[in-house]
Every structure is written in C-alpha cells, then in structure tokens.
C-alpha cells in the first residue's frame, strides 16, 4: 500500500515499545510510498527509501540478484535484526536478512488462506513469525510449527480518567467541525475504504438503524484517496449508500491524524470487515471506554467478549449489526457499562507494558542473547512495503536449489 494504514501505525509501535530495551529502528520504504516514510520520518526515525517502487519478479536468478543487493545494504547500516511489517515485506526480504547474518522476524497481522507456492519458500528463510492472534496464526496457510510461531498481541494505554473533563469540549468542537446535531449519535468507523472492511453490510445495517431513529450520524475515518484502488472502492461504497437512502447520514474524513480526538467523539465505534488479525482500532476504542460492535472474525473474538466487552455479529449480518447499535442507542446505560467493561479488560490484558514484554522477549530469542543493557545498542530494521505485487513463476530446476541452500544459511 502507499498510504498509512494499520500495518504502518502498528509498525511504529513497535518501534516505540522496543526502544526503551535498547533496540534502535531504521524503516525501509519503498520511494512509491513517499507518505508512509514521511510518516516514520516524523516521528523522528531514519528512515531509507528502497528501490523506486514494488519490484516485479523475473525468476528466481533476479530474486536472488535483489535478496543480494538488499542484504548489503542491511549489512552497511550494521542491521542485526529484521522485522518485516508483514507478510509481503517478508517473503520480500527474509532471504536478504539472512544473508547479512541477521535472524528476520514477519509479522503476521491478517488471514492469509492462500500462500503461493514460491511465496512459501521465500518464508523458509524467517527465523521466527510474530502473530497478531490465535486466530491469524490458525488461518496461516503456511505451516508454522510451535517452535517457529509466537502470539503477541498488541498493547495500549488507558488513560487515566481525569481525561474525561476534556471529553465535553472535544466532542463540541469534533460535531462543530463536521456539522454533527448535538443530539445526534455519532456511530464511528475508523478503516480505510477497502473491500476487506465491508463497507456494503454497513451500508445495510445504516439503512435499518435510520429507519428506527433518523437522529445518527455515521463518521468513517480513514483514507479514500490516496491510490487508485481505494477511490475506485469509495465510489462503489457511495454507489450502496446511495442505494440504501442513507448517503446524508455518512461523514468520510479522509486520512487523519487525529483519530485519538475523534474516537473520543463517538457514541459507539463498529468495525464490520470480512478478516481482521486484531484490529487496532478496537483496541484503541476499548482503552477510551468505548462500547464496539463488531465482526465475528478471526482474533476479533479474543479482544471483544460478546455482551462482555463489546458486541459482536456474524459475518455479513447486516440485520443483527442494525440491532445492536439500536439496543446502544435506546440503553445508554448498557452502553456505559460495556465500555467500562471494555476499558478494564484493555487495562488487564493489552497493556503496553505487556506488548513491550512481549516484544522484548521475542527480539532477544532470535537474537539469542541475554537482556540487553541501556548502553548496549542494537539495530533493528523494520521492513515495510517491500511486497511483491505479482504471481510469481515456476522456478526452472537449476536455479531452485540454490535458493533452497540460501534459505536454509
């Protein structure tokens, strides 16, 4: 992708979480991604412009060519841990960390049902894969035994409530700002406008709850503009808005960098989408003491408890989403004690502190070295964007094993 999405906000966390243990980061972005390394450049990290966009693949022989060029790149920056931000960046650049003698980590933050066969050969070379859940590491097509496979699940910081005396002021001047009623809802969404976030059923469940109580507003935050595929998507997601009559009651942001400010803003937070690995932003509502509605997908689950922390719908059940913003809606009540639920269970067991355990414990197994002290500095790289965006071809039979012997160094 070219824009700021989850995997980038996620990425940056780590780098954040990690920092205080003695890890440095560098950031590897491609140069057709100029906003994604601004947005690491900003929060005050290097950050190195790889290749002018995604490479096409030519063969293994060229694979191995670009595996090659990258590793001394890694080995001039003194890299001696890399962490691909996903799935792509590693089958992208596992090999390339091997080679400069650094273990490679890839993180796994969605379903991925279907691995491609070359694909599944680049990823011998990962010393160890970093699920977001148990659900992303079941849904993995590519075999991760115990000892190659951890969960770490991401972590927040619940804030403390004597934020809440700038609650009343910040939602004035959000529903100011996007011409909201002050007695309207405000039921928010925050995800690009991608196919993954079925929009459509949304779009559904929006034409149910207007039919029961006209005085919502739907606020969507996230990026529609910043690549091709996205605003061909946005103007399909108009095209169901439109086709259900609520086209007046949906607010598009855009990319913002203020989620924080407006998540407070919202009255309920959903997330309807056909996978998640363990969506941020779930976590993000739940820390503010938001009550969610959510999918029922893959590590949704082992963050929303149904009638505990959250609310939860099947797959595509627009009917059932409807219902459970209404019962919001009507029972401010419930809808306070879901989200104080959801805030103490954030507090428990998505700390920060824990994420940055977790992290800290995986980086010194790869590694394989006793704890790192404050003066002792290592570098580490997380690779980003450095996917390949092509199917790749049938390797001929003299350049196969070369690689194998090259994954397995």
Request: charged fraction near 25%; include cysteine; proline fraction near 5%.
């Amino acid at each position: 992708m070219e824009g700021v999405g989850g995997t980038e906000q996620a990425t940056l966390r780590i780098a954040r979480s990690v920092q205080d243990a003695g890890f440095d980061s560098t950031f590897f972005c491609v140069r057709s991604a100029p906003v994604v390394s601004d947005f690491f450049a900003s929060a005050g990290y290097d950050t190195v412009m790889w290749r002018d966009g995604y490479p096409r693949f030519n063969g293994y022989r060229y694979y191995v060519h670009e595996s090659l060029q990258l590793a001394r790149e890694f080995r001039r920056r003194g890299i001696t841990l890399v962490h691909c931000a996903d799935v792509p960046a590693g089958s992208y650049a596992a090999l390339a960390g091997r080679l400069a003698m650094a273990p490679v980590i890839c993180h796994v933050r969605n379903r991925h049902v279907t691995v491609p066969t070359p694909d599944r050969r680049f990823l011998r070379a990962v010393s160890r894969f970093a699920f977001v859940s148990h659900g992303a590491w079941r849904a993995f097509a590519h075999p991760v035994p115990p000892g190659r496979g951890v969960v770490v699940y991401d972590g927040i910081e619940v804030e403390p409530r004597s934020a809440d005396r700038d609650h009343d002021a910040n939602t004035r001047d959000v529903r100011q700002e996007f011409d909201i009623p002050a007695d309207a809802t405000i039921v928010g969404m925050v995800a690009r406008v991608d196919i993954q976030k079925d929009y459509e059923t949304l779009a559904k469940a929006a034409a149910r709850v207007v039919a029961a109580t006209p005085n919502v507003r739907f606020l969507i935050v996230g990026g529609y503009s910043m690549e091709d595929i996205q605003r061909r998507h946005f103007r399909q997601v108009k095209e169901w808005l439109a086709a259900h009559g609520v086209a007046e009651y949906f607010i598009f942001t855009d990319f913002r960098s203020d989620v924080p400010r407006l998540l407070r803003a919202m009255d309920i937070v959903v997330l309807s989408t056909h996978y998640e690995g363990l969506p941020l932003v779930l976590l993000e509502a739940m820390a503010f003491r938001k009550p969610v509605v959510a999918t029922s997908v893959d590590g949704v689950p082992e963050l929303v408890a149904d009638n505990q922390t959250g609310l939860l719908f099947d797959h595509q059940d627009d009917a059932k989403l409807a219902e459970h913003i209404l019962s919001l809606i009507r029972d401010p009540s419930r809808a306070d004690e879901l989200g104080a639920r959801a805030q103490s269970f954030v507090q428990a067991n998505f700390s920060n502190d824990q994420f940055k355990r977790g992290l800290v414990r995986l980086y010194e197994s790869v590694l394989d070295r006793k704890p790192l002290s404050a003066s002792l500095r290592r570098r580490l790289v997380p690779v980003t964007d450095l996917a390949l965006r092509a199917s790749y071809a049938a390797v001929d039979a003299t350049i196969r094993p070369q690689v194998s012997r090259s994954t397995r160094a």
